[in-house]
């Protein structure tokens, strides 16, 4: 779970070391046949031990398709699934798997092929990742070839969203037996594309499937894809990545904030940029400790910080401010409950609140109460230069107000255990979700570092929302949980980062689907 918690991080090399790195093969100058950029080498290709962004990075695009999609509205949809229906008591759901499905080595696609794959990851001795992702699911039947009923505890809404991701894509039983512990290296799907090789640190190279049939309603090309090959090629460097990019070598990449204004101005590079986004960047409590525990005192700390100031230190003026406590492509976000109830730039506001509370300034300039200033610590993650940026604005906005802060960042792996001691005042903290169900994993008291006071409304709606299968029912739910958590100042949303990708002028229809996925099948090169 931890990759999905926190943006990659990017280092940014010297334009000389960018000019002496090369990639191994020059980009063809003709021909359907992509080069695209992979920040890291995925430990496995094999979903049911691996949760990382990179490994469905590789996977979900490409190789393994799901049961159901997201539109572009944040609805789901059938994708391998003809349909679904829900029990009355909403503890059964039934898929009906559309028919003739293969995967690329011809075996069927079929719904002892979904059972398996649900079986492997509830199986314990496999450790999967992604485990906890099911809830109070209980078992998977195959009814028959087409049908397959998912059993459940309780019903459990995230289950929708959940399934979308590259971590539920669907894998060849054949393959998976045949392979063993080394199918990781030859993973086989219903995908666009095959993986043709893997040269471990360097590229893995993905061929046309030609069996492929395209079932997503979302995608542009309803026919088979138009490129021959992709090359996913490892370049962990921002300066090298720039320099491909430059060069030709690239034919599309993320890219980090401080290069995209070296590449806006180039006529022969072209920027996507993706404004949903399910990101956010935001300020927790430790509300075990005073005067965090007053919701009023965390009001005013929402209202000293300049969170447009922030977007453009941390990343360029590419992001967002964001008031709302869940970011704006999870499905269910609601943009008028942050109008209504968020805390924007204000900091006469925040004073004011402040002297309400009883806090009166000292001669230091500090706000103070019951003889103790207004001194405290925000920690936080080290290596990703955005974060600190970040952190600068809101040290600086909080002083402006009357409130010292001092900066500790350790690495993730002291940083986020190291907050289940208390010992510890705010934090500002960064976590990617595709579902609204991320509310209930952060902040249902005692939250997920667990130094959240009860609030036995709050977590009522939480819990609800969790049990609402319905989508359009759930809304108005997560519309009141957002509400709910910016009354009480649990977090002070701060912003969210568009995603950006670079790509050569002749690349026509780079096309990314609603989780920010590319959609593969319909990129291909102007005329």
Known sequence: MRAWLRAPRFSIAATALATMIMLPHPLAAAGPEFRLRLGEDPETLYNVKSFSLTVGDVLGPYLLERLVYFDESGQPRPWLAESWTISEDQQQITFKLRSGLKFSDGTDLDAAAVKFQFDQVMDKKNAAPTLPLLGPLTSVEAVDPLTVNFNFDKPFAPFISNI????FGFNSPSAVKKSGDQYGRHVVGSGPYMLKSWEPGTEIVLVRNPNFHQWR??????????????TLTVLSEEGVVLNALQTGELSAAPVATDVIDKL???????????????????????????????VNFRRAIGYAIDRDAAVKAAYGGYGAPELNSMASGIPGYDPQIPKQFGSP?????????????GWKKNADGLFEKD?????????????FEPISRTLAVIQSNLADVGIAVTLETSDWGTFFPGLL???????????TWT???????????????KMLLANAAQDEGLDRCNTIMDPEKRKGCVAGNQKALLESATIVPVLSNWFVVATQANVKDYHLDFFNALIPGDMQLAQ
């Open 345 to 357: 730039y204000d900091p006469v506001k925040a004073k004011a609140i402040l002297a309400e509370g």
């Open 435 to 449: 579902d609204p169900g991320i509310l209930s994993i952060l902040f249902r008291p005692p939250g997920h570092r």
């Open 217 to 230: 309603g979302d995608a542009l090309n309803k026919g088979e894809p138009y490129a021959d090959k992709f």
């Open 264 to 294: 806006a101005s180039n006529p022969k590079i072209n920027l996507v940029i993706k404004k949903v986004v399910n990101n956010l960047l935001f300020l927790e409590f430790n509300e075990t400790r005073a005067p965090f525990n007053d």
């Open 371 to 383: 003889g103790k200033p207004a001194r405290f610590v925000i920690k936080s993650y080290a290596g």
């Open 421 to 431: 001691k208390g010992d510890w005042d705010m934090d500002l903290m960064r976590w």
């Open 164 to 167: 979308a991701q590259a971590s």
